[in-house]
């Protein structure tokens, strides 16, 4: 690690394969998997991250913008990659030109997309994108939406090969309204086919819903794994919700990430001496003092002021003093020879992402996918 003395974001592909052999054991073996990694592979790095998914088995790749779709397939990856998200015109050639799916979610979208495939002279592949109760992307489950998504599939430009809906609540125990959107896309779909629409792919599954198999019937399960399921959190080893800790433990499934760094100076200081911006906190007694060259710069909160710990020499230290962009300070007067250069777990070896959460009122996704870009990502294989 000496390449790496301030700080780093340990990656272990080892641990990602694994979970998505977990999740593969879950789901109906005719269902195929969409591995999610937008948002840079929820800060895992998505180039590594993807070839891993793929190399183990991974059937789709998942993104939010067309810039990400680019980016895997000028890493080389010739999978089937949907863009899950808006598309602005100007980058629509590109999502052609590289055989990206896109997905459309109103007649306005599907007419640009179909303008840029003329241009190109090959068909756009497409999604179609059902709003059943998330509201937000998506067709309304409407008859005027039903006829304007057969008009859609009629466009020699678009090639319709999905359709897919969103869950809202799937990462909560109590699954009413996950039944709910389950009936109403299966109308949608009924509807369609009473049209004379038969699209090949559909998909309504996220990491939520698939760890409904716990909580809910096996033909339910079946019923909303579909032809797909679209897999993001679990396959970075972390539960959807801090709800769902209890129902994924006996998963074991295995975090990816850990943010390390290095103390860089041990201080001491007598009591009554303030810490930080705005002496938020003033030692009690004779303390010693970490400082650590990471903050919030780096994607280490500044709401972790209060409650947060990092781990140095085996054992835990409480934050001390409000969180600088570029340093924070730890009290380790009760941990004997702490020194500049110690190796400093900020999180990972039992500082959990849902941990650092619940402490500044986020989830784990906003923590992991916050690590910032100065931070190093650094793979390794600790099986």
Known sequence: MDNYRRAW??????????????????????????????????????????????????DVLGVAICEEGITLREAGMSAPILIMGFTPEVLLGETVRLGLTQTVFNPMGAKALSGAAKRLGKRAR???????GMSRLGFLPTDESMEAICEIARDPMLDVQGIYTHCATSD???????????????????????RGLHIPVKHM??????????????????????????????????????EMEDVCRPLNLRPAMRLLSQVSMVKELAAGVGISYGHRFTTARPTTIAVIPVGY????????????RVLIRGKYAPIVGAICMDQCMADVTDI????????????????????????????????????????????????
């Not at 710069?297 to 947060?308: F, I, N, Q, S, V």
């Open 297 to 308: 710069a780096d994607g280490y909160p500044r709401r972790l002021t209060e409650g947060g």
């Open 9 to 58: 974001a340990e990656i272990d592909p080892s641990h990602i394969a694994h979970n998505l052999r977990v999740v593969r054991g879950i789901i109906p073996s005719r269902t195929s998997l969409m591995g999610i990694v937008k948002g840079d592979a929820y800060g895992h790095g998505i180039v590594p991250v993807a070839e891993t998914l793929l190399q183990n088995g991974a």
């Open 172 to 194: 909560a125990l109590e699954n009413a309204f996950v039944y709910e959107q389950q009936a109403r896309f299966a109308r949608v779909l009924g509807a369609l086919e009473g």
């Open 205 to 242: 599954s996220n990491s939520g819903a698939v760890i409904q198999k716990f909580l809910t019937s096996d033909e339910f399960h079946r019923s909303i794994s579909l032809d797909m399921v679209r897999v993001g959190i679990l396959l970075y080893g972390l539960p959807p919700s801090h």
């Open 126 to 132: 497409v999604h179609i994108k059902i709003d059943t």
């Open 336 to 383: 004997p020879g702490v020194s500049p250069g110690d190796t400093v777990t900020m999180l990972g070896n039992g500082i959990s992402a849902d941990d650092l959460a619940d402490a500044v009122g986020t989830i784990s996704y906003e923590i992991v996918c916050g690590i910032g870009k100065r931070v190093p990502r650094v793979y390794i294989n600790g099986n």
